[in-house]
């Protein structure tokens, strides 16, 4: 753009060319097209020094799909009826009622030998807070009890005020001292960074970090707002000025102070916009469930969290993490680089042990304490939405398929097919008769009460093994050798490690049945809907390839929008 002083980057030599042939999906010409990269000046964009010992395979030497391969794809397909007749079905009727097992459906029980009533389920509605939401449900158990009330909720939009504005000066002194020490700008880290900035997903660790620096407050006192309820738009806003401020970061490196103040105060703004101005300090009355009317006067929002959920010690949890992979040893403990929202507040680890023993410790939790229990799941596979089930084989996928699925947990994490994407609370279990065996899980979500049974799961307990991955549990009951290696220091995975993700992307994350190419699935959930640049990015996908993407599950079939898009004949940029 000449006319503009903008000098275009030209494209560099081939070994950087065949980087990204070799390895597309971080980077942002192949996982954000069509999007211009340029630079206002030289220092703007610093070169990453790349290995060109491995060369890649050019498009000559891929054998091509022939038509005699085809024809015989074909030929085979036709010669079997459980293939036509599976077609004729699934076409008609989509592959969840199809592939559903009608047996294991009606016969998953939705009784439990111990349940924690927790009342009306919430609602995170379009947003990607269910590790905000998760959290304030099992701390509301809490305050119920305290106050001596049925129905309570604290404002999910007053946690998620100050998350993103932690988040905001995270990201940028996180940024600006990778900034300093020379990270390049095209690295795997910082378009990582970059492309996971400012979404809505969290760990029970980073909700702590808030409650702890600020607080909680009721409901109603900081409601709603249709950005809260709604993110998609205040989060690109967000995005927009972070990856402004990044940018000139790199081209002009002496004015990263200047710009990460100015940066915070912009960011505080637009929240403040967006979601309102929180309360510092409130009148707090309120009427017990036996009519008895009780005041406390004026109160601040952490005097509010320490009286009223403070007495559950919930500061003092520990995330246990179900790593399956064989180089992450069980009691040991990991963390996520570059994962957090409060600087200065505690960081994002997790000690892996068996998911035998998770199970033991959420077990003893609802049993002998009486209250919910955080965790974080992939919520996708083998989901019955609308009749709020889970279990490994509620769906015959390969039956109706003629394939083998046979991919256990740790293939599952290592090769991209699973992850944490969302964070819920466990509020029942049935018991066997010995008192240990566990046989199903009841799980308050929060999607709700339109679905499954008022909003509440049912969980089998083979499904809990192989997609339950985090659980947070009170420090005081592990065992003395765990105790013991939460004093050593963390074993650091990279920052796009799938354990870190129900940075629950996330993925979102949210509230979906519909499973996202994973090259688009990000957790901690995350979203829960997509911006305009990853419309634009996946706008050849859905047009040429029909892959259902899910735009907006309470109330457009994923089906429906890819056809819609399809045939709508308007610009990505319009559709977005």
Partial sequence: LPNQGIEPVRWRESAVAATLIRDPSWHPVKRWMPRFIAATKPAAHVPSQRSSMTEN????????????????????????????LAMNAVTAAGIDKVALNYDRSRLLQRRFS??????????????????LFSSLNVARFVAKKNLGVKEFEFSQNYAMYFDKLERVNYFLQDVAALVRAGEPSDSRLIQHLLADVMGDGGQWTMALNVYKKYGAVPKDLFPETESSKNTGAMNTQLRHLLHTAVAHMYADPASIDDEVA?????????LTIHLGEPPKSFDWEWTDSEGMFHRDGEITPVEFWKKYVGTADLEDYVCLVDDPRREHAKGKKIGIEHLGNVAGGNPTEYLNVPNQFMKDCVRAILTEKGIPVWFGADCGPFMDRERGAWATDLFEYGSVYDVDFDMDKESRVRFGDSAMNHAMAFVG??????GTTTRRWRVENSWGDKIADKGYFTMSDDWFTEYVYEVAVPKAMLPAEYQAALAEPATMLPAWDPIGCAGLSEVSARASSTRLNDRFRRFPVSDGHFTKGMCRSMWGIVIDGGLPLLLDDNDVSSQRAAHRLRHSGISPEKAA
């Fill in 57 to 84: 395979t050019s498009s000559s030497e891929i054998t091509p799909l022939s038509g005699e391969q085809l024809n015989d794809l074909v030929a085979s397909f036709d010669a079997s009826q459980s293939n036509r």
């Fill in 114 to 131: 111990v349940t924690v009533d927790n009342g009306e389920v919430t609602h995170q509605d379009r947003s990607g807070r269910c590790w």
């Fill in 262 to 270: 100015k940066t915070v105060a912009a960011g505080h703004r637009i």
């Fill in 429 to 434: 279990v049935d018991v066997a008769d010995d």
